[in-house]
């Protein structure tokens, strides 16, 4: 029974996030209003596809995810750190963040092979998956999650998932100190 409740959460979490209802520029009906504005004693209508009325549009119903590809609303992930860089002194080779519909950086091969552009912190794994759940995984192999890109004398860090997070802190804390440490 326990496998069976296992499966049965794994298959409802692949299909969550796939379910929709009509708005009522999406149903069937005409456009017309129904009865002047004023004077019937009634209440303003504006037209049978009013969420009021039976077979009426839904008010605020669930949509489908805007994501193309992938889908974490919230999981542990392992990344690979360049603990080289100054950004990232004391960090592990690998660490698990936070990701909770985060951002995924692409770069491109010119801006990374002319020092413009170092990553932090990338998915070297199609399957990054530490807790939790997540739909299209696969496509975040390769992904940069935290950069470092030289602006005019200076260089800004970026990152993609909250590294501040509540309990994230103590996984990613390093990330944030050394930029106040090394200050350049």
């Not at 990374?112 to 807790?131: H, T």
């Amino acid at each position: 029974h326990v496998i069976y409740l296992a499966v049965k959460q794994y298959l409802a979490a692949r299909r969550s996030g796939t379910h929709k209802v009509k708005t009522r520029a999406e149903v069937q009906g005409a456009s017309r209003k129904l009865h002047k504005q004023k004077g019937t004693g009634g209440a303003r209508k504006g037209n049978i596809r009013n969420p009021l009325y039976k077979g009426g549009g839904t008010i605020f119903g669930p949509k489908p995810h805007s994501a193309d590809k992938f889908y974490i609303p919230g999981s542990l992930l392992q990344v690979r750190i360049d603990s080289t860089l100054s950004a990232a002194w004391g960090m592990p080779s690998r660490a698990d963040l936070f990701f909770d519909s985060s951002p995924v950086f692409t770069l491109t091969p010119e801006a990374i092979s002319q020092g413009l552009i170092k990553p932090l912190a990338w998915f070297d794994s199609a399957l990054p998956l530490r807790s939790g759940w997540a739909y299209g995984q696969e496509y975040l192999q390769n992904g940069v999650v935290a950069f470092e890109a030289k602006v005019g004398a200076g260089k800004l860090c970026a990152f993609g998932p909250e590294i501040t997070f509540r309990a994230q802190t103590y996984s990613t804390f390093r990330l944030v100190f050394n930029q106040l440490y090394s200050g350049n």
